[in-house]
């Protein structure tokens, strides 16, 4: 297969082949973290682990930021690579916080206004990333409200910083081949 930034010139198999790669491996990343989130056993270990938690998903969430900002540098294609970075940083970020967020309530369930599960945890972070806000699950103490806190700046940060990062690194690789 010629390289794929002759996009234009590969033939239509070649073309449909990387359009479904790029559909199904961002696919797969988004299942095998979901899964993950909800088959791997954790329990708390108090409040302090809850946020050793959250603090080291969020240096995950860093660190698989700039190495998926490298590989877009590097990608015959790009913008397709910018999809698979997506795939992957936007799961660790949302399952990251539900996951602090479980561990939170399982350890002080007075945190939020009811007990989380891992799925209302889930649902909490998403309606939190989302601004939906629905108001049937808020948090309740200073601790929490904090932790929600940091995830609202961080919300910012990603849409603001990270999408800005990841589409300036696919005009810059596209330049560069030019």
């Not at 010139?9 to 479904?20: A, K, Q, V």
Request: charged share 15%.
């Amino acid at each position: 297969m010629r390289r794929a930034s002759d996009f234009r010139n590969l033939t239509r198999s070649e073309r449909r082949r990387l359009l479904l790669r790029a559909f199904v491996r961002p696919l797969g990343t988004v299942i095998l973290c979901v899964v993950l989130y909800f088959i791997l056993p954790w329990t708390s270990l108090g409040d302090v682990s809850a946020l050793l938690f959250l603090v080291g998903g969020l240096l995950v969430v860093g660190l698989a930021s700039v190495w998926q900002i490298r590989r877009i540098f590097r990608s015959d294609v790009p913008a397709l690579q910018a999809i698979e970075a997506l795939a992957l940083i936007l799961p660790l970020y949302l399952l990251g916080f539900a996951a602090g967020y479980c561990l939170m309530s399982e350890s002080d369930p007075g945190y939020f206004t009811e007990p989380l599960t891992r799925m209302g945890a889930l649902y909490f972070s998403l309606t939190v990333f989302s601004t939906v806000g629905f108001g049937d699950i808020a948090a309740t103490t200073d601790p929490s409200r904090a932790v929600v806190s940091v995830q609202i700046i961080g919300n910012l940060i990603l849409l603001g910083v990270g999408i800005r990062s990841i589409v300036a690194a696919v005009d810059w690789a596209r330049k560069r081949r030019t």
